[in-house]
């Protein structure tokens, strides 16, 4: 199972909005609603922000949003903020023996 | 709450078992699973456990040389693994796993392969 494309790296001014993509196959994020993202800063631990594909957790800022398309799955983070400077990984339920892939990451810089 | 032990500094072909001690919500309600992250590198889904212990999964990296296992008596996970190569060196984290989605995470536990 091979991972997923995301862009290694995305960026935007205070207050504006970026979008990162997450593209699998039909076998895995265009097979399933389980596409999760998470949140990363530097030597911590990953957080997850979204969850089957739209869902947000408890007290994660509704400024993070996910979609899907066909094979492509995208998180929009609006309002851009200091704090949201930071490293995203997306990853999809494959239904298989490998159980779950992972995006390459992306890498999201505030200006 | 989730916290691992275990990591270290070995030699390639070593052997070395990772703990993961849960607190805070049922253990035994859950499946677990290990997620590794080599350093500067990205995410790799590395095992899956399901609540009683009855269904694992490994990814094809580790398949044969790793395994994993609970203990829901004393709400703490494991993973042994054996025949390490430089390749296994990563951060491994233990995460709290609801249909494939990782809400919970521990700190991570330094494992470094080197000869």
């Known amino acids: 199972q091979s991972a997923l494309t995301q862009p290694p790296s995305a960026s935007g001014s205070p207050g504006q909005s970026v979008t990162i993509s997450c593209t699998g196959t039909s076998s895995d994020v265009g097979a399933y609603n389980y596409v999760s993202w998470y949140q990363q800063h530097p030597g911590k631990a990953p957080k997850l922000i979204i969850y089957?594909?739209?869902k947000r957790p408890s007290g994660v800022s509704p400024r993070f949003s996910g979609s899907k398309s066909g094979n492509t799955a995208s998180l929009t983070v609006s309002g851009l903020q200091a704090e949201d400077e930071a490293d995203y990984f997306c990853?999809?339920?494959?239904?298989?023996?490998?159980?779950?892939?992972f995006g390459g990451g992306t890498k999201v810089t505030v200006l | 709450q989730l916290v691992e032990s275990g990591g270290g500094l070995l030699q390639p072909g070593g052997s070395l078992r990772l703990s993961c001690t849960a607190s805070?919500?049922?253990?035994?309600?859950?499946?677990m699973t290990w997620v590794r992250q080599a350093p500067g590198k990205g995410l790799e889904w590395v095992s899956v456990i399901s609540n009683n212990g009855g269904s694992t999964k490994y990814a094809d990296s580790v398949r044969g040389r790793f395994g994993i296992s609970r203990d829901n008596s004393k709400n703490t996970l494991f993973l042994q693994m054996n025949s390490l190569r430089v390749d296994d060196t990563a951060t491994y984290y233990c995460?709290?796993?609801?249909?494939?989605?990782?809400?919970?995470w521990g700190r991570g536990t330094l494992v470094s392969v080197s000869s």
């Open positions: 805070g919500f049922a253990f035994n309600r859950y499946s």
């Open positions: 990853s999809s339920y494959t239904g298989g023996m490998n159980y779950v892939v």
């Open positions: 089957e594909v739209t």
């Open positions: 995460a709290r796993d609801s249909y494939s989605n990782f809400d919970v």
